[in-house]
């Protein structure tokens, strides 16, 4: 199930509605990190200032290149998906009227208020486990694998519960998806976080999946 969904979300990437998502996504993803990043250089700079430290502009810069290479690992796909939360009932609505017409028209549309919530619950809860999680990841350094295996096993299921808060709602008539499916569908998105590129991709693909995996049971069966 988890492969026909993700062989027929992929032609939902060259969407039109997927094109215009991914630029909304990835615009006011950098410009949030663009902002991160000058308040942490602008904190590099007063603590240098304040305690006389040496370096100047340069020492200043490559802190901030460091912290944010650490803060972009960790949180990139957190802020992805919560700002592609915002706007993800567009791609959701095009992939189901693409494939799924007759659900389409009984769909149950999010509107913004609960899409802002869907967002702030979806940001605050990815940060938060991650953040539970960060000593382990630390440790699990010396394993060579262990800090990529945590990351993908915690981040499956907040994506895959992320992707089905996402779905489910527009059909509540329709048995939500099994945790197994669930956990599956997130760690084919977590997996493509991991990717450099089609990380900028998993957003929209994650989502026409999670659509193909609700909406296709019956084609499946």
């Keep these: 199930m988890i492969l026909t969904a993700a062989l027929r ?11 215009r998502l991914m630029g909304k996504t990835l615009l006011l993803t950098l410009l949030l990190f663009g902002l991160l990043a000058a308040a942490f250089w602008g904190a590099f700079h007063a603590l240098r200032l304040h305690y006389g430290w040496g370096g100047g502009g340069v020492g ?41 017409p007759q659900a389409a028209l009984t769909a149950s549309p999010a509107g913004w ?5 869907f967002a702030l619950l979806s940001l605050g809860r990815t940060i938060g486990w991650n953040i539970v999680a960060l000593p382990a990841y630390i440790l699990l350094l010396v394993t060579g694998i262990g800090t990529i ?53 998993a957003p929209i693909f994650s989502a026409a999946m999670a659509v193909h995996m609700l909406l296709g049971r019956k084609m499946s069966a």
Aim: one cysteine or more.
């Design 9 to 19: 979300a992929f032609p939902s990437i060259f969407h039109g509605a997927a094109l």
């Design 60 to 100: 200043e810069g490559a802190a901030t290149v460091l912290v944010m290479v650490a803060t972009g690992w960790l949180l990139f796909r957190a802020t992805a998906m919560a700002v592609m939360g915002l706007f993800a009932d567009d791609i959701v609505e095009a992939v189901e009227r693409d494939c799924y």
């Design 113 to 117: 208020a609960r899409s802002l919530r």
């Design 149 to 201: 295996g945590l990351f993908l096993a915690l981040n499956a299921y907040l994506l895959g519960h992320d992707m089905a808060d996402m779905v489910e709602p527009r059909h509540p008539a329709l048995p939500p998806l099994s945790r197994g499916s669930r956990w599956l569908l997130g760690l084919v998105s977590a997996i493509l976080f991991l990717v450099p590129v089609a990380n900028l991709l």
